[in-house]
T-cell receptor, first 109, second 114 residues
Framework: QKEVEQNSGPLSVPEGAIASLNCTYSDRGSQSFFWYRQYSGKSPELIMFIYSNGDKEDGRFTAQLNKASQYVSLLIRDSQPSDSATYLCAVNMDDDMRFGAGTRLTVKP | NAGVTQTPKFQVLKTGQSMTLQCAQDMNHNSMYWYRQDPGMGLRLIYYSASEGTTDKGEVPNGYNVSRLNKREFSLRLESAAPSQTSVYFC?????????????FGDGTRLSIL
């Protein structure tokens, strides 16, 4: 069974805090990992991708990958109300790309 | 930059009616995809086209057909709509192979089947 699991939330953090979003996946052979942001009623928008174990930073966003434990996370530093959205994790599995159902994040002013 | 353009944005159909959802991309991408998104279930792949002239089934292909008209355009057809096909449909594209390339999404089509 090809699965990508995310806590549906909602995850609520105060403005300025660090938001931590987690994703686990079932296929130990997965090599490519993506995070998308989706505002309500809008389309998914790519935030970051990561292929190697460790951390990858882009501005306020950091993706962390641990293939041995089969999880990938997204950290959002200095969270802003404009970061309030659903965050989708996507993982390649064999010749397929699977999306998690998403975690809804709310950043409160 | 238009990116991925989907038409229509909204549609209401009666059970048994047919319709075609249109998608076009202007990024010179080789691969294109159709997804449906239902509450609590994430994005599920309906069909994809790895390159011009090829199409393949995804996770949930039943009740749908596709046509890769040219490199830019990829359409999704519902031959006999059913209420279970009420969903938001997204078209996406990527430069090459879908499993290790980021995908770029259109704005979606919100489809209701009565």
């Amino acid at each position: 069974q090809k699965e990508v699991e995310q806590n549906s939330g909602p995850l609520s953090v105060p403005e300025g805090a660090i938001a931590s979003l987690n994703c686990t996946y079932s296929d130990r052979g997965s090599q490519s990992f993506f995070w998308y942001r989706q505002y309500s009623g809008k389309s998914p928008e790519l935030i970051m991708f990561i292929y190697s174990n460790g951390d990858k930073e882009d501005g306020r966003f950091t993706a962390q990958l641990n293939k041995a434990s089969q999880y990938v996370s997204l950290l959002i530093r200095d969270s802003q109300p404009s970061d309030s959205a659903t965050y989708l994790c996507a993982v390649n599995m064999d010749d397929d790309m699977r999306f998690g159902a998403g975690t809804r994040l709310t950043v409160k002013p | 930059n238009a990116g991925v353009t989907q038409t229509p944005k909204f549609q209401v159909l009666k059970t048994g009616q047919s319709m075609t959802l249109q998608c076009a991309q202007d990024m010179n991408h080789n691969s294109m995809y159709w997804y449906r998104q239902d509450p609590g279930m994430g994005l599920r792949l309906i069909y994809y086209s790895a390159s011009e002239g090829t199409t393949d089934k995804g996770e949930v292909p039943n009740g749908y057909n596709v046509s890769r008209l040219n490199k830019r355009e990829f359409s999704l057809r519902l031959e006999s709509a059913a209420p279970s096909q009420t969903s938001v449909y997204f078209c996406a594209s990527s430069r090459v192979d879908r499993t290790n390339q980021p995908q770029h999404f259109g704005d979606g089509t919100r489809l209701s089947i009565l």
